[in-house]
Structure formats: structure tokens, C-alpha cells
């Protein structure tokens, strides 16, 4: 086997992105405040449309991030969510299937079981959806959603919406719900720290083994679609007991808020034909509370003290858990209104550049075939397909690339 490369970012690269992240943080105003208090919609709606044409400035601007009484549209969607720990397979086929070809070298430092490597297959703590509370009965996921892999379910609400998740945790770690984006009070929250709440309020924070919690979260005019945004937006929601180990365990989803009159039944948008769910990380198993539970399970034995291979070994570099092509292929149609919605978590190593060949994008009014992420970052990439055949979808970064990160997509 050959020596593993460290994956490390330099101390450089990593101020780079913090420095993007601060500029970002300077560009954005913060809204929520107690009282259940979100942006007035009469005014955001003309405010907003105003500046789909130009910038907003003024009171228009102000007008349309500022918190009023949330305006409900008497709409509730329920969702039946469970973290359960389920064995993984990075890339159940065996085989590099971007290449056709059994695992090289290179893949064989991530993949490869025996004495001292864990391999493709790991313990994990997934979030699932279920039909009802009595959490017997999982959802039924349509197979043309099957490369969706590891993440949670995607929860969907329009403007308006309140939102209901109703959780169970069955891990053997506490666990819990947290969300971006939409309006929430402390007892929704799912994160612990010393916020000055106590009591029922605190019992949102960790979920223990057996337990169950529902979250409740309002859908104001601010989750939803801004100036230069098209008809939805997407925001995660992930496990926050312990942020770092429970997202290497795997507690994660997607959700997308649509704009109000714009909602199919289910809370799909209504001018979207088909929407593509992507998470870019690479999952560093060495930091999931499963590690020692999958080095006795999965290895033939511990690594020696001394193998600094075995860190390396753990980093999967995946595309919704999937390595080197073992994503079930992404099925379009030529013509058809395509929304992806990419997501970026982990660490200083977690800036993605993913890259369609044979199609394009477009991104808040700018065609590319390159997007970027940051850890924790969101994007919605509009295409419509107009090149049909079977196409990459992978990680520009070259050590991301040759460790996994690759995808495949076709068009018909």
C-alpha cells in the first residue's frame, strides 16, 4: 500500500475561507428575535420584487428583512424523523465504477479492509423518515431518489408553513434537530450552550437513547426566497448535541422553504420539474463517537500506534456517502427544469468546486459549470439539460477527485 498523502489544509488556505465566510457574515443582517417575530410580507413581497431589477436601498431594503408578526397561512406539515444507526457502505459495488475497474492504489487507501483499516463499511447515525409517530413503518423513498444515500429526509414547507418534526432517537449517543434559516424558539433549537434557558426548554438540546422531542418551526417571508433567488431556496438541518462528532456520524438533511403561492401539494415548487439533492464532504471517521465501535467490527485488529496511515484510511471523500462512482446514477430529461440544491459541511478540507460536465447552471443570474463550497454552505444551481449521454458530476479539487469525490449524472 502505498504512503498515504495528508489531506491537511495550510494555515493560509484555511484564513482564505474564513476570510470569505466573514465577508459573507458582513453581507447578511441577522432577524431572528423573541416573540415569534419574521419580516412584514406585504412589504417584503413589493420590496423584493423591486429589486429583482436593481439594488435595494433605503427603507425598501430595511422593509424587507425586518421582523413583523409571522403571517400564517394555517398550513402544518408533520414530519416523522428518526436518528437510528445503520451500517454504510461507501461503495457497496466493490469496484470503481467511473472507471469500470476493480479499486486501485490510490482508492484502495480508503476502501480496503484487513489489519489495522476499517474499510468502506461504517457504523452510523442517520437521520430516517417514518409514516407516523409510532415509528414503525419507514417512508418510502422513490428509486429515482436512491443517490440521495445517507441524508435525512428532505423536509419541505412554503411560506407560511409551520413545521412539525416529530423525533425519536434510537442511537446510542444524545442527539437532536437543529435548523437553518427558518424561525424557531429555544425549545426548538437542538443546540446545548448557556443561552439562559432552563427546563422544557432545555429538552430540545440532547435527545437521549429512546427519546423523543418535537421541534416546531415557523416558515416566515425571511426563509424563504430572496431578491435574486428563483422560486425556492434550500437550508440544512443536523444534529448540534455535539456538532463536529454528531455530522461525522452522519446527522444530516436538506430542507427547501418555496415561496408563498408557489408550492405544489407536497411543498415542491410549482416551475420545477425535477430537484437534485448533493452533499459535498469529506466524512472523517476518525472523529465520528463510532470510531472505536467500527475499528472492532469492521478491522482486522487496531492500527499499530505508530500508523499514521490509519487517519488517512478514515477521510471518505463522498458525494451523499457514495466514493469513486458508487452513487446510483442521477436520471434527467432533455428540456426538463432541474434545480440542484448542494450543500458543503466538515472542515478546513471541505472546499468543493462541484463541476457538470456536459451541462451548465445557473447561479442568482450567472451561467457556470463550476460552483463553489464552503463548510456549511448552500446553493441552488438552476439547469436545464439540453446534452444527453452520461456525464461527471465530481470535485474540481484534485486530492478530492483522486480520494473519491466522483459522481456520475445522466441525461435521456
Not at 492500527?303 to 463522498?318: A, I, Q, R
Request: glycine fraction near 12%; charged fraction near 20%; aromatic fraction near 10%.
Amino acid at each position: 500500500m502505498p504512503a498515504p498523502r495528508r489531506r491537511r489544509a495550510t494555515a493560509a488556505l484555511a484564513a482564505v475561507a474564513v476570510l470569505g465566510l466573514g465577508v459573507a457574515a458582513a453581507l447578511g443582517v441577522s432577524t431572528a428575535q423573541a416573540g415569534q417575530q419574521a419580516p412584514r410580507a406585504g412589504a417584503a413581497t413589493a420590496a423584493l420584487a423591486a429589486s429583482s431589477s436593481s439594488g435595494m436601498t433605503g427603507d425598501g431594503y430595511w422593509d424587507s428583512v425586518g421582523g413583523a408578526t409571522f403571517r400564517s397561512n394555517g398550513k402544518t406539515r408533520t414530519y416523522y424523523v428518526a436518528a437510528d444507526e445503520v451500517v454504510w457502505d461507501y461503495a457497496p459495488s466493490g469496484k470503481n465504477l467511473v472507471t469500470g475497474e476493480a479499486f486501485d492504489e490510490t482508492a484502495n487507501v480508503f476502501v480496503e479492509s484487513g489489519p489495522g483499516r476499517i474499510g468502506a463499511k461504517y457504523l452510523k447515525c442517520l437521520y430516517r423518515g417514518y409514516t407516523d409517530a409510532s415509528f414503525t413503518k419507514r417512508t418510502k423513498v422513490a428509486s429515482r431518489d436512491d443517490y440521495q444515500g445517507f441524508l435525512g429526509p428532505v423536509i419541505r414547507a412554503e411560506v407560511g408553513d409551520t413545521i412539525k418534526v416529530v423525533f425519536r432517537n434510537t442511537c446510542s449517543i444524545p442527539t437532536s434537530v437543529h435548523p437553518h434559516g427558518v424561525f424557531y424558539e429555544k425549545g426548538s433549537e437542538g443546540a446545548p450552550y448557556s443561552d439562559g434557558s432552563s427546563g422544557a426548554q432545555k429538552a430540545d438540546d440532547a435527545v437521549p437513547t429512546g427519546g423523543t422531542h418535537t421541534y416546531t418551526w415557523l416558515v416566515p417571508e425571511r426563509a424563504g426566497p430572496g431578491p435574486h433567488d428563483g422560486s425556492s431556496v434550500m437550508w440544512m438541518y443536523h444534529s448540534h448535541t455535539d456538532e463536529v462528532g454528531d455530522t461525522y456520524a452522519g446527522l444530516t438533511g436538506f430542507m427547501v422553504v418555496t415561496a408563498r403561492g408557489m408550492a405544489r401539494a407536497d411543498g415542491s415548487p410549482k416551475d420545477v420539474d425535477r430537484e437534485v439533492f448533493q452533499l459535498f464532504e469529506v466524512m472523517n471517521e476518525n472523529n465520528s463517537p463510532y470510531l472505536d465501535a467500527n475499528v472492532e467490527r469492521f478491522a482486522d485488529g487496531p492500527p499499530p500506534p505508530d500508523d499514521e496511515g490509519f487517519e488517512e484510511s478514515n477521510l471518505m471523500h463522498g458525494v451523499n456517502g457514495y466514493v469513486y462512482g458508487n452513487q446510483p446514477v442521477v436520471t434527467l430529461d432533455r428540456g426538463e427544469r432541474v434545480r440542484w440544491y448542494l450543500m458543503g459541511m466538515g472542515t478546513e478540507v471541505d472546499l468543493h468546486t462541484p463541476h457538470w460536465h456536459g451541462n451548465d447552471v445557473v447561479v442568482s443570474g450567472m451561467r457556470m459549470d463550476v460552483v463553489n463550497l464552503l463548510p456549511a454552505s448552500m446553493l441552488v444551481a438552476d439547469m436545464v439539460p439540453d446534452a444527453a449521454g452520461t456525464w461527471l458530476f465530481h470535485c474540481h479539487v484534485n486530492d478530492h477527485l483522486t480520494a473519491g469525490m466522483i459522481a456520475r449524472y445522466r441525461v435521456r
